[in-house]
């Protein structure tokens, strides 16, 4: 079965840095985009930042300078360097997959992992 495990999340001063990480496992033969997305509160979940498998990248405007998304191919992981943390980046983070695994029969599905919050306050 096809899993995404986060880790990373915590309480966070603002102006600091966390590193968020996500490793999908189970029967995959291919991931072709990978993100993070992010729900406040109230609020509806955002696409944050992809990548795909040419290592294009893709960040909402509010975080182009601040956030780096990478991956590694090698581990099924996809990463969030996270920097100059502001309040209005506290929400749960989940990553997504695009990806062909054996739980669909090696169609393409869109997988989500349980998601990790991440607080910035003083």
């Known amino acids: 079965q096809v899993q995404l495990v986060e880790s990373g999340g915590g309480l966070v001063q603002p102006g600091g840095s966390l590193r968020l990480s996500c490793a999908a496992s189970g029967s995959i033969s291919r991931i072709y985009v990978m993100g993070w997305y992010r729900q406040a509160p109230g609020k509806q979940r955002e696409l944050v930042a992809t990548i795909n498998s040419s290592g294009r990248t893709n960040y909402k405007d509010s975080v182009k300078d601040r956030f780096t998304i990478s991956r590694d191919d090698a581990k099924n992981a996809v990463y969030l360097q996270m920097n100059n943390l502001k309040p209005e980046d506290t929400a749960v983070y989940y990553c997504?997959?695009?990806?062909?695994?054996?739980?669909?029969?090696?169609?393409?599905?869109?997988?989500w992992g349980q998601g990790t919050q991440v607080t910035v306050s003083s």
């Open positions: 997504n997959a695009d990806l062909q695994g054996a739980d669909t029969g090696w169609t393409r599905y869109d997988y």
